[in-house]
């Protein structure tokens, strides 16, 4: 995987509740450029959007600000010793808040969404083999108050992964 990849968004604006900072066709541009390359030099993507250098690092440093993308480093888990994950769809009696900030507290809840459907919340889990996803359901999310049930969908191969729906 690609060091430096750029979330174009943070968790609490995907939802399209409440006010969401405005980004403007430049701003997108910005956004496409680290994507592709999140340590690509602010004059070089400056030349490929007609900006300053100057002007790049404070468009960056303004969408990072409000929380429109993240720059993070994004590692295949396979090769750093984590080799078993899992969507886990959950169903939950009362209040899905403090389940679901219970949830994001947890290391290997790598996402954590509230959903309509036959679940409550949806979790991604990345761990390091079976006996550790097994403790992690078990043990840990079950135990959750609040939490009626769980169905897991262990993935076999992951085929497709990427960071780049946000600019479309």
């Avoid at 943070?10 to 541009?29: E, I, K, W, Y």
């Avoid at 990345?126 to 043990?139: A, Q």
């Amino acid at each position: 995987m690609q060091s430096g990849s750029v979330a174009s968004r943070s968790a609490d604006s995907r939802t399209g509740n409440g006010s969401s900072p405005t980004v403007d066709a430049v701003s997108l541009a910005i956004i496409e450029q680290l994507q592709e390359d999140g340590r690509r030099p602010y004059a070089a993507i400056g030349k490929a959007v007609g900006l300053s250098e100057a002007a790049v690092r404070q468009r960056v440093q303004k969408l990072l600000d409000q929380g429109v993308m993240q720059i993070v480093a994004v590692t295949d888990p396979l090769t750093v010793g984590l080799r078993r994950q899992a969507m886990v769809g959950i169903n939950v009696e009362g209040d899905l808040d403090p389940v679901s900030e219970a949830l994001a507290a947890m290391a290997e809840c790598e996402y954590v969404v509230m959903t309509a459907g036959s679940f409550d919340l949806m979790v991604e889990i990345v761990c390091e083999d079976d006996d550790h996803l097994l403790e992690t359901i078990n043990k840990r999310i079950r135990a959750i108050p609040g939490v009626r049930s769980t169905e897991s969908f262990v993935y076999l191969k992951l085929k497709k992964q990427t960071y780049m729906w946000g600019t479309r």
